[in-house]
T-cell receptor, first 113, second 112 residues
């Protein structure tokens, strides 16, 4: 039973389209994240939610909108996709402020043509 | 501003020998450090962590060393195995915040 699961794993779409990536965690953790791994392989934090409340927003374009319907789910919606949005997007979960690891999903590879 | 850096993009080691991966950080507020391993097309998986109150933590073949004055940590893998071939990321956080900052990664290749 996967602790953090993301769908879809692969997504190929045209510039200008809108797409969503979904994430679910069954760890019971309070805090969820979106990270982006770009072509240079850097893992950069984008957003974090704690108990459905947005707590980190790292200067990401407004075209990216996270939504957390409950603390087990964190979705990422991207409007008007651009070529530079092509990347692997990782969802993750943690216990929050208590020291502990970040649990990652398998990643969603987005390719914008 | 890259607060966590891994200056070696790649490292090759013979099977059975020691692998040493290095990581430097600039933010003195970081007090919790982690190492992750990542295989292609998979998410990063947690390996080992260390709190700033310690200077060493060991788990099987993996040992992490922390030198706070130098703002440097290292991961030792002994003995290295071909299955250890992966990209290794170090990460850091200030326990008063939720943010985990990752290094740029080092690709380790263990040669059989």
């Amino acid at each position: 039973d996967t602790a953090v699961s993301q769908t879809p794993k692969y997504l190929v779409t045209q510039m200008g389209n809108d797409k969503s990536i979904k994430c679910e965690q069954n760890l019971g953790h309070d805090t969820m994240y979106w990270y982006k791994q770009d072509s240079k392989k850097f893992l950069k934090i984008m957003f974090s939610y704690n108990n459905k409340e947005l707590i980190i927003n790292e200067t990401v374009p407004n075209r990216f909108s996270p939504k957390s319907p409950d603390k087990a789910h964190l979705n990422l919606h991207i409007n008007s996709l651009e070529l530079g949005d092509s990347a692997v997007y990782f969802c993750a979960a943690s216990t929050g402020l208590a020291p502990g690891e970040l649990f990652f999903g398998e990643g969603s590879r987005l390719t914008v043509l | 501003d890259q607060q966590v850096k891994q200056n070696s993009p790649s490292l090759s080691v013979q099977e059975g020998r020691i692998s040493i991966l290095n990581c430097d950080y600039t933010n003195s507020m970081f007090d919790y450090f982690l190492w992750y391993k990542k295989y292609p097309a998979e998410g990063p998986t947690f390996l080992i962590s260390i709190s700033s109150i310690k200077d060493k933590n060991e788990d099987g073949r993996f040992t992490v060393f922390l030198n706070k004055s130098a703002k440097h940590l290292s991961l030792h893998i002994v003995p290295s195995q071909p299955g250890d071939s992966a990209v290794y990321f170090c990460a850091a956080r200030n326990s008063g915040t939720y943010k985990y900052i990752f290094g740029t990664g080092t690709r380790l290749k263990v040669l059989a």
